[in-house]
């Protein structure tokens, strides 16, 4: 299976910035898609954003469009969430996923990805 390490999480004041890393293990170069996501208890797992491996493309859902950006180092198989403008309640767990490139890729809902990582905290403070 397709195994995700993510990294970079932390506390940060309100205001500051982070950047996310996840590393995936491939058996193989075909394009998959990737995307970011995040979950407090008590609240469903929200997709923050997506990209995939053979172009610019990416998606963002309006509650952090503008102020977090997906990139992805190839060479090093990483894609990394940059997180600016960082609020209180973007405190969550945070996940990478990934899936093989198809109809669902772009998509922010949790249940179309199959391999995910196993979360790292990000914690802002006000």
């Known amino acids: 299976q397709q195994q995700l390490v993510e990294s970079g999480g932390g506390s940060v004041q309100a205001g500051g910035s982070l950047r996310l890393s996840c590393t995936a293990s491939?058996?193989?170069?075909?394009?998959?898609?990737v995307a970011w996501f995040r979950q407090v208890p008590g609240k469903d797992r929200e997709g923050v954003a997506a990209?995939?491996?053979?172009?610019?493309?990416?998606s963002y859902p309006d509650s952090v469009k503008g102020r977090f950006t997906i990139s992805r180092d190839s060479a090093k198989n990483t894609v990394y969430l940059q997180m600016d403008s960082l609020k209180p309640e973007d405190t969550a767990m945070y996940y990478c996923?990934?899936?093989?490139?198809?109809?669902?890729?772009?998509?922010?809902?949790?249940?179309?990805?199959?391999?995910w990582g196993q979360g790292t905290q990000v914690t802002v403070s006000s």
């Open positions: 990209a995939w491996s053979g172009g610019s493309t990416t």
């Open positions: 491939r058996d193989t170069d075909s394009d998959y898609c």
């Open positions: 996923a990934t899936l093989p490139y198809g109809l669902r890729c772009f998509s922010l809902s949790a249940s179309d990805y199959n391999y």
